[in-house]
């Protein structure tokens, strides 16, 4: 029993010792993350990324060189950080005029405003017409809320595309609907990120939905009406880019490994192209030397002939002026050959003849 409990402390102490060596032999392995971070929520000012191909286009301008794939993983974790910005923003092209203190609705891409008129509510009111001014200031958008000055957007911006006064349903009024919404909803996610650094998820994940929401009419206007799509492009000044179709699986080395592939593509037109513009270079004064050295050497070849022609006509080989070979006189001499074969010519000997 003693041996046993002796037995057992020890195995505790080894484990004890393990336990408080473990972390002075781990700390390099447990000091990094198991998956590499990004930070999703990293803020865009280059107006450049709002291209869709704008990382690809990066890529393609990387030097080749030992620090190559390293540049490329930089420029990756630059692409997965700026997607969710991006994201709500470059389709309204807000990147580089929002979120700074200086900026205004403006710049967000919202109609400017009146804040003396009426409210929306109150804006069919005769009464009004004929009030005093204190009044008309009491029931003006200044003096409203927040939301008064939403519905003012929203009404400038349906007016500004939609088919008639009486149209609450089209296509066109819905998608300056909801335009209205990203660009108030954006300005206000970049006012509470003045004051704190996390952003309002209840908004954000709203923003989210209503960008989406807007994409899907903008496409099923496009299939409707080519003509009205581009009108409102142009009138609500919204850049519309058709989604990227995803390749492969959406990582770090395959999307290394497809620019990488891209690139020595690009490379090898670029040496074929530069090797087909060297063998362009003089090309006429090569083929006029060439076509005179070929005549020259015809020339040699046809005197060549012409001096063995002479040569098979001493030797009786040949006749000048005849086309063909020269054959001798076989037919006048058939029955002398007859003849001759009959006398001198003789079977092979076998060993069975008797």
């Given amino acids: 029993m003693n041996k046993l409990v002796s037995a ?15 972390p002075i032999h781990m700390t390099a392995e447990l000091s990094r993350a198991r998956r590499q971070f990004f930070n999703i929520h990293k803020k865009v000012t280059d107006p450049a990324k709002q291209d869709p191909e704008y990382f690809e286009l990066q890529a393609a301008k990387l030097p080749l060189d030992s620090h190559y794939i390293d540049a490329l993983e930089k420029l990756y974790t630059d692409k997965i950080g700026s997607e969710r910005e991006l994201y709500v923003k470059k389709d309204d092209s ?45 029931f003006s958008i200044g003096y409203g809320q927040r939301r008064d000055i ?37 300005e206000l996610v970049d006012e509470i990120a003045k004051k704190t650094p996390k952003k309002p998820t209840w908004l954000t994940h709203r923003l989210w939905l209503m960008v989406d929401y807007r994409r899907k009419l903008l496409r099923q206007l496009r299939e409707q009406d080519a003509e009205a799509f581009d009108e409102v492009l142009r009138t609500l000044k919204i850049a519309f880019h058709v989604p990227v179709e995803q390749v492969g699986p959406k990582t770090r080395k395959a999307w290394s490994e497809r620019q990488l592939r891209v690139r020595v593509e690009a490379e090898k037109e670029a040496r074929l192209k530069e090797l087909h513009t060297k063998l362009k270079e003089g090309r006429d004064e090569k083929m006029a030397a060439l076509d005179n050295k070929l005549e020259s050497l015809e020339k040699e070849e046809q005197s060549i002939k012409a001096r063995l022609d002479a040569i098979l006509e001493l030797e009786g080989k040949s006749t000048k002026d005849v086309v063909g070979i020269y054959k001798p006189h076989l037919i006048d001499a058939v029955s002398e050959t007859s ?3 009959s006398l001198f010519g003789h079977p092979k000997p076998t060993m069975t003849a008797k």
């Fill in 8 to 22: 057992l402390t020890a195995d505790f102490g080894v484990v004890l010792v393990l336990q408080q060596r473990a």
């Fill in 150 to 186: 939403t519905a003012a957007w929203k009404q400038k911006l349906i007016q500004s595309v939609n088919k008639h006064k009486y149209d609450h349903n089209s296509l066109q009024m819905r998608i300056a609907w909801a335009t209205a919404l990203i660009r108030h909803w954006s």
């Fill in 339 to 341: 003849i001759h074969s």
């Fill in 94 to 138: 807000l990147i580089g005029r929002t979120g700074t203190a200086s900026a205004t609705s403006k710049d967000y891409g919202l109609p400017e405003l009146d804040l003396t008129e009426p409210r929306l509510s109150y804006a069919n009111v005769d009464a009004l017409m004929s009030a005093p001014e204190s009044v008309k200031r009491i």
